[in-house]
Nanobody
């Protein structure tokens, strides 16, 4: 059974940076599509960034140039480096792995506020 555990969220001022981590067990991150989603209160969940098994990445237009998804195969972990954070980036960020089913973590809260 796949387990995804996120960490790295918190409160940060506008313009600051955070790095989110998603540690996987029961599944190999390099073998599957991995994604970071976010959902803000009253809004729909959206895909922020994804990385395929062939290392192809995709990023939401509003975060391009600020956020970067990557993975460490040795640690079986996926990261989301977030720079130049804005208040509108405030959301619950959740890790996702697609095997033959959808697998979700519990999420980590990111709050961008002065």
């Amino acid at each position: 059974q796949v387990q995804l555990v996120e960490s790295g969220g918190g409160l940060v001022q506008p313009g600051g940076s955070l790095r989110l981590s998603c540690a996987a067990s029961g599944g190999i991150v390099s073998n599957h599509y991995m994604g970071w989603y976010r959902q803000a209160p009253g809004k729909q969940r959206e895909l922020v960034a994804g990385i395929s098994s062939s290392s192809r990445t995709n990023h939401l237009d509003s975060v391009k140039g600020r956020f970067t998804i990557s993975r460490d195969n040795a640690k079986n972990t996926v990261y989301l480096q977030m720079n130049s954070l804005k208040p509108e980036d405030t959301a619950l960020y959740t890790c996702y792995m697609y095997t033959n089913r959808e697998n979700w973590g519990q999420g980590t809260q990111v709050t961008v506020s002065s």
